[in-house]
């Protein structure tokens, strides 16, 4: 997966968590319909091992 798009699904994780939901899609949706067909396999695995990511707080949410 090419750093760029880790880069927006893990914002749109921190977005998500902060109740941002409209800005976290607005992120994450073109990077993930720009991709490949390779890389949207990786996109989708990636957001099945990180779905806590985008639901859990931590210490600081």
């Known amino acids: 997966m090419r750093p760029s798009t880790l ?3 893990e914002l ?3 977005l998500t ?11 994450a949706e073109p990077v993930i319909l ?7 396999a990786e996109i989708r695995q990636w957001l099945a091992d990180h779905a806590d ?9």
Do not use: K, M, P, Y
């Open 17 to 27: 968590r902060q109740d941002q939901f409209i800005e976290a899609v607005s992120i």
């Open 7 to 9: 880069h927006a699904l």
């Open 53 to 61: 990511d985008f639901t859990s707080r931590g210490e600081n949410g």
């Open 34 to 40: 720009a991709a490949d067909i390779e890389e949207r």
């Open 12 to 14: 749109a994780a921190v």
